[in-house]
């Protein structure tokens, strides 16, 4: 009955873009009757609903090479093809349509039918529990009884939904505001959700809480980007190979292949977490061959043309949006503010429109499919908060959007053939702030480069910052005030210094310094260097190696403390509150910890911080909000600080942290493993002996197919944290019900 009151609207619609649109004709040049002319139109919409079902998913599967900002208009194209065969199928030879009018009439056909769809399935519970009773009949079909999924009497599964970049204060006051009514009646409801928050590492960006999160470890993560001497290369945690390595590091370092290892599906991450199922998923991007399967999310959601069209409408209007927002901004000449024209608006309409759909029909086919773990990251909030301010009124309604996203996913919760567990969480916040270029008017590259007698470009050199840089390197070479000093005034052969930003933490790094260079080697190559930079109003504090003292932390006028006495609240490291200084000291022991690490200042009073990036919302570094995420989990579930007490108790672990409170994103993995081992029955260790470090490129991942794989040993037996597998077959791919679930819209 859906699908014949789906034909009948589109029918409808035909009907009435035919009397409107001057190049689209239904009827023959001498007139038709009526009941001609609607013979015809039902025709015409039945062909092309036909074509979009059998035809579009295998343009959708031939175009996953294509890459998906050129897929969106593509997707115009193609469908606007499909209605002109659709048209040419009439008989009689009753259908016209100009090419361009075709793109139009099938965009709006599509949207039509999809909404239709959606309203119907919506308001009728029934629909769902159809597709899950066909489903279950084709498992039963193939297997014995024993590997037929879940049902909702069985042990729960768990969906992890990631908010990336929402803070805890920020979620709290959108809640509070009625932003977030779907999180608010979570947190209200006496048998809902527990909110807690929990402190990052130094290092507050996704590339090191991810990766700690779904795999255990984020050791030697110094920051965002880093520089490695002994390969000569840049690490960034968004480049595919990068992330590819990093998770090979860190399977490595716990010998486990990761949170998701039996029967998960990781949608929208940087790191695979060992799922089986895949979605965007950047490290495997990096893949070659078969096992390269991230971009199967986009044919399981761009198979249905009507998702297609939506998306791409939604795309659309997202960038529209993005150049109105912009455009007031410049207008109203609002500051802090960094530029948002060239891609932008298109990066930004892929994370909040693209990227979400794609990962929130992913999820929702995850949970008909009865998986037991599933990961996803929605990075919408993330990235508008960067351009815009973390509290301005267009992250806002980015906070708006995603509790729609979560309401419908709490939703289909209620249909699904296993009960589900929702866990909200979030990898860092923001603090906002002006940016260090927009303040002093030179960037921390620039400020390095002058403070070593270098070249600076012609824009900064005016800047007060560099002035002083350059007197104190007269100072510090012994020169008269009057002698300029020579822009080229360094030791024979070197290398200029890397400077890296990763938001309010700075990266400075000297190639031809075999190791880790020392303040006194620092010193005698550019002896005004580190005071320069300690002593400048947006630089809170560095961390450098002493020969003499061991690792120190440098500060405004000569402060100097070395890392085994510091201590919060006090020196240097005062105004950034408590697990700074251990913060400080993990990240010390990092074998690829940067020459100089440069943490910008931070105001308590406004929460502000510099970044060294163009983002008036920055993470990355120690200061306000960014270091403070949070994880929201139903009740019933054991608190993930008893959990962390129990680990210290039984010398698991570290003794609590100072302040206490879950400290560092590996122990937020020990909490998510501890639930799903909760409902996953008796534990099986399982471990390799002679372990021998990092995967090849050419060996799957633990999890990926039938059997995964710990690395350099032979094929075992999935494996999640030592768990063993359920004695189950996970559904494939093709099972998932995408088309008929409801679409999230724009």
């Known amino acids: 009955m859906r699908v014949v009151a789906v034909w009948a609207v589109s029918t409808l619609t035909m009907l009435a873009l035919a009397g409107i649109l001057p190049d689209f004709q239904l009827q023959s040049d001498d007139g038709d009757t009526i009941t001609r002319t609607a013979f015809t139109a039902a025709w015409g919409a039945g062909a092309f609903g036909l074509l979009s079902a059998l035809v579009w998913p295998v343009l959708v599967r031939a175009l996953l090479i294509v890459p998906a900002l050129v897929m969106g208009a593509l997707v115009f194209f193609l469908n606007g093809s499909l209605l002109l065969i659709a048209v040419r199928l009439i008989p009689y030879g009753r259908g016209e349509a100009a090419p361009e009018t075709a793109v139009l009439v099938a965009a709006v056909m599509s949207a039509v039918a999809s909404a239709t769809s959606t309203a119907l399935a919506v308001r009728d519970d029934e629909a769902y529990r159809r597709r899950l009773s066909r489903l279950a009949d084709r498992r039963r079909r193939r297997g014995s009884p024993d590997t037929l999924g879940p049902d909702r009497d069985g042990p729960p599964g768990t969906v992890f939904l990631q908010l990336d970049g929402v803070g805890h ?234 509790d729609r996203s979560l309401a419908l996913i709490a939703k289909i919760a209620d249909h699904t053939p296993r009960t589900y567990r929702i866990v909200l ?37 005016g800047t007060h910052s560099v002035s002083e840089a350059r007197d104190a390197v007269r100072i510090a070479l012994h020169r008269p005030p009057e002698e300029e000093v020579r822009e080229a005034e360094h030791p024979a052969k070197p290398s200029d210094p890397i400077v890296l930003a990763s938001g309010n933490l700075g990266l400075i790094s000297f190639p031809d310094v075999e190791g880790r260079a020392s303040r006194e080697q620092i010193d005698r190559r550019h002896p005004a260097l580190l005071s320069t930079l300690a002593n400048h109003p947006g630089v809170g ?60 200042m931070y105001d308590p009073a406004t929460g502000a911080v510099h970044a060294f990036e163009e983002q008036i919302g920055s993470h990355g570094g120690l200061g306000g909000e960014q270091s403070r995420p949070f994880l929201l989990w139903p009740r019933g579930m054991t608190d993930p600080l008893d959990i962390v007490a129990a680990e210290s108790a039984d010398g698991a672990h570290a003794a609590t942290p100072p302040g206490g409170g879950l400290v560092g994103a590996e122990a937020v993995h020990r909490v998510l493993n501890r639930w799903l081992a909760e409902f996953s029955g008796p534990q099986v260790p399982v471990r390799a002996e002679g372990f021998t470090g990092a995967a090849q490129a050419d060996e799957p991942f633990p999890g990926e197919g039938a059997a995964g794989r710990i690395p350099g040993e032979g094929p075992v037996a999935a494996t999640d944290h030592g768990r063993a597998p359920a004695a189950r077959t996970p559904p494939v791919l093709s099972e998932l019900p995408l088309p008929d679930a409801p679409g999230t819209g724009g």
């Open 425 to 461: 969480l979030s990898d860092h916040g923001q603090s906002p702030g002006e940016t260090f270029a927009g303040k002093y008017g030179l960037t921390l590259k620039d400020l390095v480069r002058a403070g070593c007698g270098l070249p600076v470009p012609r824009r900064a050199r």
């Open 169 to 402: 204060d920020v979620l709290v006051k959108a809640a509070a505001a009625g932003l977030m009514p779907t999180v608010a009646g979570w947190l209200a409801d006496s048998t809902g959700h527990r909110l807690t928050p929990w402190r990052t590492d130094w290092s507050s960006q996704t590339g090191a809480s991810q990766l700690a999160i779904l795999h255990g470890s984020n050791h030697d993560i110094p920051a965002f980007r880093w520089y490695e001497k002994e390969t000569r290369t840049v690490m960034v945690s968004s480049r595919p190979a990068s992330a590819l390595e990093m998770q090979r590091r860190a399977i490595a370092r716990t010998r486990d292949g990761g949170l998701l290892t039996v029967d998960g599906a990781s949608r929208g991450n940087l790191f695979s977490g060992g799922a089986g199922q895949l979605a965007l998923v950047l490290s495997m991007a990096a893949r070659r061959g078969k096992g390269r399967r991230s971009r199967s999310g986009y044919f399981a959601y761009f198979s249905d043309p009507a998702n297609a069209v939506r998306t791409a409408l939604s795309f659309a209007a997202e960038v529209g949006r993005e150049i109105g927002q912009s455009t007031r901004a410049r207008v109203r000449k609002v500051t802090p503010r960094v530029k948002r024209g060239g891609l932008y608006p298109f990066i930004r309409a892929f994370a909040t429109v693209v990227e979400r759909d794609v990962v929130v029909a992913a999820v929702i086919g995850d949970m008909f499919a009865g998986r037991t773990a599933v990961y996803a990251d929605l990075v919408a909030y993330d990235e508008v908060a960067h351009h815009s301010g973390p509290h301005s009124r267009d992250a806002e309604k980015v906070l708006e959007r995603l």
């Open 541 to 600: 504090f560095l961390l450098v190696r002493s020969e003499e003292h061991g690792s120190v932390v440098l500060g405004p006028g000569g402060a100097e403390v070395p890392v085994d006495e510091l201590a919060d609240g006090e020196g240097p490291l005062a105004v950034y509150g408590v697990g700074a200084a251990a913060a400080v000291r993990r990240t010390d022991t990092f074998p690829h910890v940067a020459d100089v690490m440069v943490n910008s």
